[in-house]
């Protein structure tokens, strides 16, 4: 059957266990095969820019954020990555507010050094989290283009209930080449040149 919606993913499921017990914890399932799916894809698709405006010490990051690509301010000048080690000795050598150059992440937050001495424009490149599945947001680009890792990913999360089945080998097997395909397609993504139209002659 197609797996195109969060509905059909789970009839999916229940299908290829075969089984009529596991029916309330399926969707459980999904949010641990989701889990895993944001530890294991790093794709262009999920690839988002925002730009704000930073005057503060602390500024927010972005409620699907999931990992930094880069962050520069709009005017120029990517800021560095830092330690909070880094960072504490440089502010013991100097609290003086400047225009940033550094950041570290903490607590959901970016910590900027220098403290902004006025307010910067700065844009951030970040890898977003997938949208979860519900019964309201049924599809997203995972399920669309990639329904086996959300299939393998959610029958591979069943082995707790399923004790000793050795199909759960298979489907760790499974679920790991499809991610790794997925993977390759984003790195030919990024290589290809640009499409040429030959004109016939």
């Given at each position: ?9 789970k ?75 880094g ?21 959901d ?23 979860a ?9 995972v ?26 080998t298979v ?31």
């Amino acid at each position: 059957m197609a797996i195109t919606t969060y509905d059909e993913l789970k009839s999916s499921i229940a299908n290829w266990l075969n089984r009529d017990d596991l029916t309330a914890v399926i969707p459980d399932f999904i949010t641990m095969a989701e889990a895993q799916i944001a530890r294991d894809v790093r794709h262009w698709r999920q690839e988002k820019r925002v730009s704000t405006t930073a005057d503060e010490r602390y500024e927010n990051l972005p409620l699907d954020w999931l990992e930094m690509i880069q962050i520069q301010l709009s005017a120029g000048g990517r800021l560095q990555a830092i330690s909070a080690e880094g960072l504490q000795k440089l502010r013991e050598e100097s609290s003086t507010a400047q225009k940033p150059k550094y950041y570290r992440l903490t607590s959901d937050q970016i910590e900027l050094y220098p403290v902004p001495d006025t307010s910067y424009e700065i844009s951030m490149q970040y890898y977003a989290r997938i949208p979860a599945l519900t019964s309201t947001d049924t599809a997203n680009w995972v399920l669309t283009y990639y329904p086996d890792i959300y299939l393998y990913g959610s029958l591979l999360h069943t082995a707790p209930y399923l004790a000793d089945d050795q199909r759960t080998t298979v489907w760790a097997s499974l679920y790991k080449a499809a991610v790794d395909a997925l993977n390759q397609d984003n790195e030919k993504s990024r290589v290809s040149g640009p499409l040429r139209m030959g004109i016939p002659g």
